[in-house]
């Protein structure tokens, strides 16, 4: 509830109200009581028209407007990929459920929850909230930034809880085989493959990859976002070369000398020749041992752990913003878990 207050010091009277948990001032511009009651009623009651779709002194927005704003937002600062997905999100599952032509402020808590339920009737609860929290939510306090809606109106939706299921990544003898099976294939699935095994690599980050990124002096890859595409955390990252992936890589340069990207495929080109590579190489393509092009990164993560590298090492090599997600690989090292509370001694 909105209220009327001073701040210490102050003689100007201040509208105070809470948006999404945190206590906010917005200045009335006056010392004198009484207009400052009358600016608070009249926020009072343009924010009480929002909520029950009146007219205000704001045109009506709705969630069609908003996704197209959104979306040209997303294409001057994402990744390709990265809109393209959101995209997909929108136009199939998001848009249909919830209305093209439904004014933005009537996406509520209750009609938000109520398409979670929907969708978890056929997939699992990470997808719904990567559905709710990355793309609707996260559009939706685009919307009050730009002034479609006051911050008052973004829904507040908790995330679901999500399993942990268990990380797919290959043994030994799969690398071995889907190695084989790549440098038959094509140069291009062969490079694909020895930048995920041995430097994690995401697939849209191995495939924008250039030349130029690579230091042959120095023996590292830099991950960094540029005009045309950006990395999915926006943030620039060193990956050394270790000495099969360094030697592969001069000896591809020295036969490509004039090429700009180290794989000259396009996302999609390069996801149907995956799918073919898996298939000749024998392993799994559906359920729960399915191997992708990310299992390749976790197949590089995984046996670091495995190796008795530190979490926060791994998580550097990866990209991740914090230690959390790397906390997945976490269960390959019961060994070294082990060791440290056998050092664990309280005197005596």
């Not at 439904?102 to 719904?128: D, F, G, N, S």
């Not at 120095?218 to 976002?225: C, G, H, S």
């Not at 998580?315 to 082990?338: C, D």
Request: aromatic share 8%; proline share 4%; hydrophobic share 35%.
């Amino acid at each position: 509830m909105a209220s009327l207050v001073k701040r210490p010091g102050s003689t100007i009277w201040y509208i105070q109200y809470q948006s999404q948990g945190k206590w906010k001032r917005v200045s009335t511009k006056t010392d004198k009581k009484k207009i400052a009651q009358e600016v608070l009623n009249h926020y009072k009651v343009e924010e009480a028209k929002e909520f029950n779709d009146l007219p205000t002194k704001h045109k009506r927005r709705t969630l069609g407007e908003l996704v197209d704003r959104y979306l040209d937002h997303c294409a001057a600062t994402m990744a390709p990929q990265w809109v393209h997905n959101k995209r997909l999100l929108l136009d199939k599952y998001l848009l249909p459920f919830l209305g093209e032509s439904t004014p933005i402020k009537q996406i509520t808590a209750a009609r938000i929850e109520a398409y979670q339920r929907e969708r978890l009737q056929t997939v699992k609860p990470r997808t719904v909230n990567i559905e709710t929290h990355h793309v609707l939510l996260a559009m939706l306090r685009k919307a009050a930034d730009w002034g479609m809606i006051p911050e008052t109106a973004i829904p507040k939706v908790k995330k679901l809880r999500e399993e942990e299921g268990r990380l797919r990544f290959l043994s030994t003898e799969e690398i071995v085989q889907l190695r084989e099976t790549a440098a038959q294939l094509s140069p291009a699935v062969e490079t694909f493959v020895m930048l995920g095994l041995f430097a994690g690599l995401r697939a849209g980050e191995a495939l924008a990859l250039r030349w130029q990124d690579v230091n042959f002096d120095q023996r590292f890859l830099t991950i960094a976002p540029r005009h045309d595409w950006t990395t999915k955390t926006r943030r620039t990252r060193v990956v050394p070369l270790n000495d099969e992936l360094f030697t592969y890589l001069k000896r591809r340069r020295e036969s490509n000398p004039e090429t700009e990207r180290v794989i000259e495929v396009s996302y999609e080109g390069m996801k149907k020749r995956f799918q073919r590579l898996v298939k000749l190489a024998g392993l799994p393509t559906a359920g729960e041992e399915k191997v992708t092009a990310h299992t390749l990164r976790h197949t590089f993560a995984s046996h670091l752990v495995m190796a008795g590298t530190p979490l926060y090492t791994v998580a550097a090599l990866l990209g991740h913003s914090n230690t959390e997600t790397t906390r997945l690989y976490s269960h390959l090292a019961p060994s070294h878990l082990q060791e440290a509370v056998n050092g664990l001694k309280y005197g005596g």
